[in-house]
């Protein structure tokens, strides 16, 4: 049996099993992207009311590469460094940040030098790394962005001081994920094929966590204002078969497999579960699936304490005097 996570009951964390779904998916990837194009198009939207001047940016999970142009682009002086677990989704994204690189390098040449180094860096630089554990000095950005990935982790709250650590005091940290409503036409339709079945139920799907957990977490991380909200959104299908692809793609089955304790009769399982799905078409023949996008942001808190255990007062707090209850 997997291991779980004492926090939320979710099986635990696995960077090698993580690596391994979006490495098999990475090809394929931006055929299914449209979400994560979309869900970007609305943080940088919401980064229109915030103000904000980075000089370093990390792209957190920064899978094929599609959000860094945005950044490059709204943040033309910075330094954009993206990072992912999966090395085959890097090296797509190394191809599209190659040919992005010829194209900037064709109107630069007709650029004086010192102008074309106002534009900032050419391109973003690419690592592959684990975002709970990030290869990283303390306070070496200004702004983590990082677009529906957190769900990937079974412990965000050990995900947060880690993105934490590695911001400047006042740096600006601006995330989605998905929330506990996302995919739940499949979860329903798997618990009726299995239920059909007699098949003992299991998870098919991540376990999301709640929007004000999550907001709790940055908290308890050393955020400070956290900004929380959420949206659902509805994506309509023809037909169960793709549906399921586009899931797939998506990389959210990390725990549909077979072992020895739970045996998958999985052409019996398929055939249930479609028809689960038909029985959820809406009177316009499509059939209906569900994500709840949670978008949130925050900065991180000036530290009360230094590292030797001494407290930190702020100038602005001096002579305010202890709060009274009213």
């Known amino acids: ?52 001047t980075p000089t370093r940016v990390l792209d957190a999970a920064c899978g094929t590469g599609a959000d860094l142009p945005g950044l490059r ?23 599209a940040e190659s040919a992005d690189a010829q194209a900037d390098a064709g109107w630069r040449r007709f650029l004086p030098a010192t102008l074309s180094k106002a534009f900032g860096a050419r391109g973003p630089q690419l690592a592959q790394a684990d975002f709970s554990a990030l290869p990283f ?16 982790h079974s412990r965000p709250d050990l995900v947060f001081p ?13 995330f989605s994920t998905f929330g506990p409503d996302t ?9 009726a094929a299995e239920g059909s079945l007699g098949i003992a139920p299991r998870p098919h799907t991540i376990d999301f966590v709640d929007m004000h957990d999550l907001g709790d977490m940055l908290v308890e991380s050393g955020f400070e204002i956290p900004v929380m909200d959420q949206e659902v959104l509805t994506i ?25 304790e739970a045996p998958i009769d999985a052409e019996a399982l398929r055939g249930a579960v479609y028809k689960a799905l038909e029985a959820l078409r809406r009177d316009d023949g499509t059939i209906p699936l569900t994500f709840e ?17 001494h407290s930190i ?14």
């Open 313 to 326: 007062v702020r100038l602005e707090d001096i002579g305010r005097g202890p709060k009274k209850n009213r």
């Open 73 to 95: 682009e709204r943040f033309a002086e910075a330094s954009v460094i993206g990072i992912d677990i999966s090395p085959a989704m890097l090296a797509r994204a190394n191809l």
């Open 293 to 309: 996008v949670i978008y949130g942001h925050a900065w991180k808190a000036v530290p009360r304490m230094t590292a030797e255990g």
């Open 1 to 52: 049996m997997s291991p779980t996570s004492a926090k939320s009951g979710r099986p635990a964390y696995d960077p090698r099993r993580l690596r391994e779904i979006f490495d098999a998916r990475a090809a394929a990837f931006d055929d299914v992207s449209f979400l994560t194009r979309e869900i970007a198009e609305r943080m940088r939207e919401r980064l229109d009311y915030i103000k904000v």
């Open 236 to 260: 309509t299908y023809r037909s169960p078969e793709s549906l399921i692809k586009d899931v797939r793609g998506w990389g959210a089955y990390p725990f549909e497999r077979a072992t020895e």
């Open 162 to 174: 880690e993105w934490q650590r590695v911001l400047k005091v006042s740096g600006l940290l601006m």
């Open 183 to 191: 995919l739940r036409e499949l979860s329903r339709a798997y618990r």
């Open 137 to 152: 000095a303390g306070e070496a950005f200004e702004l983590l962005w990082s677009n529906l990935a957190l769900h990937w």
